[in-house]
């Protein structure tokens, strides 16, 4: 059992660049979402799905694009990368939207963009 | 809509001393609170919740957390800290179908 699984660990990107961070769970989790996290800012939900087909924004979405065209697959889009994307992304999952079944987390993507 | 504060950005303590990491929150409605601990370069891992029920929490590790409706707060403890506690610990709250809102986090240093 994985759990989630997040790729790739580290990547450095040029600004304009774009890429996709990839994110799947093995647990049939319903709920999927996108945490970014700076210093002193604790995480900042970007994108949230409560299931296939079905996506949603948080609270800082732009930049960010998502889908989920299966139960187990989550990735996060960034369109043209600018130096204020530079994060590390955390993907997250639980078996119910409702939040008080508490979230599984992936290991992280370290982004930095020059 | 919820908030959580935690109350120093830093905590530290000797080994086998107490640990109490502080967090308040703000919500309209009852809420889900949360305990979650990041090991350096990993994710974050659900050390406790209280959702409805008992008060007193017990979760991982050793840590508990109460949920005092009364102070709107749900700190975290530890009886004697180890080594192996060193960490970043975060708070979080949510209610219903809302989304989880994390606090700012507190890193827990402990020395021999």
């Known amino acids: 059992n994985a759990g989630v699984t997040q790729t790739p660990k580290f990547q450095v990107l040029k600004t304009g660049q774009s890429m996709t961070l990839q994110c799947a769970q093995d647990m049939n989790h319903e709920y999927m979402s996108w945490y970014r996290q700076d210093p002193g800012m604790g995480l900042r939900l970007i994108h949230y799905s409560v299931g296939a087909g079905i996506t949603d924004q948080g609270e800082v979405p732009n930049g960010y694009n998502v889908s989920r065209s299966t139960t187990e697959d989550f990735p996060l889009r960034l369109l043209s990368a600018a130096p204020s994307q530079t994060s590390v992304y955390f993907c997250?999952?639980?078996?119910?939207?409702?939040?008080?079944?508490?979230?599984?987390f992936g290991s992280g993507t370290r982004l930095t963009v020059v | 809509a919820q908030s959580v504060t935690q109350l120093g950005s830093h905590v530290s303590v000797s080994e086998g001393a107490l640990v109490l990491l502080r967090c308040n929150y703000s919500s309209s409605v009852p809420p889900y609170l949360f305990w979650y601990v990041q090991y350096p370069n990993q994710g974050l891992q659900l050390l406790l919740k209280y959702t409805t029920g008992a008060t007193l929490v017990k979760g991982i590790n050793g840590f508990e957390a109460e949920f005092k409706k009364s102070e709107t707060s749900f700190h975290l403890t530890k009886p004697s800290a180890h080594m192996s506690d060193a960490a970043e610990y975060f708070c979080a709250v949510s209610a219903g179908f809302q989304k989880l809102v994390f606090g700012t986090g507190t890193r827990l240093l402990v020395s021999p």
């Open positions: 997250a999952s639980s078996y119910s939207a409702r939040a008080n079944s508490g979230y599984t």
